[in-house]
């Protein structure tokens, strides 16, 4: 069995980043309690890992009120993904010290966002804090949302030539497809692709694999949008292989797979997941060749 890493992999920048914040801000503030809110990157492993290290994770519920029951003695990190402006402004208020993890991309994408002078349509998945985020930013009346799975909202756009912009993890098969949809409405509309480029290299990494490729392995949490879009990618561009979305080795090895018959895997890996995931996948398949 041949194995190939698809590359790149491990984690891009923007979850370095958020990472190292998180870390910093613990050993900067060892008597303070850590509290991130909401997942700092889409990969439990990671998350797992920083509760180990003091670094808490506050699951979202009820998110206006879980902000209120911070004290002064909380320090709150916000995630890469951004996050509402009225979280910040409410722990201003509150005199509660807090960082923001955001991606440095995201954070161009939502500047952008905020500063458009016409109206806007924003390509998203309406669950998402990326899409949380950004509209929060306008006036309702000058934003719409084109959910990926619902299509646009009832928000209506007035001008023939509204900004068209985009979550950074999505599909860059599903973005054109979108394209086409908004293209026949508004047909002055101004496109700004803006896919990440840790996303999209992988996606087209994913999509220059050997046609004869039988075994694709993806790894990454079930949280993670770009993860999902490798795995929806490898799905549709190999249908006659063996394709799987991971965690990690362990969740790969409850399918006890028969790779007797297999002569070429790949795997890959979404952004923020842990090189050693895929590593231990791709020893773990070398070890089968024997």
């Keep these: 069995m041949i194995t190939t890493i698809v590359k790149p992999v491990g984690y891009c ?19 303070k309690r850590i509290n991130v809110f909401g997942m700092l990157v889409h990969n439990y492993d990671v998350v797992n890992k920083l509760e180990e290290e003091g670094i808490h994770t506050v699951y979202i519920t009820d998110p206006i009120r879980q902000l209120n029951e911070f004290t002064k003695d909380d320090i709150v990190v916000f995630t890469s993904h951004g996050h509402p402006k009225a979280y910040s402004e409410l ?5 509660i010290t807090y960082y923001d993890a955001v991606c440095v991309r995201v954070k161009s994408n939502l500047d952008r966002i905020a500063n458009a002078p ?20 306008r006036d309702k009346k000058t934003i ?15 001008t023939m030539n509204p900004l068209v912009i985009n ?5 860059i098969t599903e973005l054109n497809k979108i394209y086409s949809a908004i293209k026949f409405k508004y047909p002055d509309a101004i496109y700004s692709d803006e896919i990440c480029s840790a996303t999209r290299l992988r996606q087209q990494a ?3 694999l050997d046609d004869d490729t039988d075994l694709i392995i993806v790894v990454g949490s079930p949280k993670s949008s770009n993860t999902d879009k490798l795995f929806k990618l490898a799905k549709t561009h190999y249908p006659n292989a ?18 007797k018959h297999i002569k070429k895997a790949a795997i890959a890996g979404g952004a923020s997941t842990p090189i050693e995931q895929v590593e231990k996948i791709e020893r773990y398949l070398a070890s089968q060749n024997g």
């Design 167 to 171: 979550q950074t993890t999505l599909s």
């Design 118 to 137: 016409g109206e806007v349509i924003y390509i998203g998945y309406a669950d998402h804090p990326e899409t949380k985020a950004v509209l929060s930013l």
């Design 242 to 259: 063996n394709v799987f979305k991971v965690d990690n080795i362990e969740q790969f090895l409850r399918y006890h797979l028969n790779l």
């Design 13 to 31: 920048g923007g979850v370095t980043r958020a990472i190292e914040i998180a870390r910093t801000v613990k050993k900067e503030n060892p008597d």
């Design 206 to 208: 994913i999509m220059n």
């Design 144 to 158: 719409a949302l084109y959910d990926v799975h619902s299509g646009m909202d009832a928000t209506e756009i007035t």
């Design 91 to 95: 722990l201003e208020q509150k005199g």
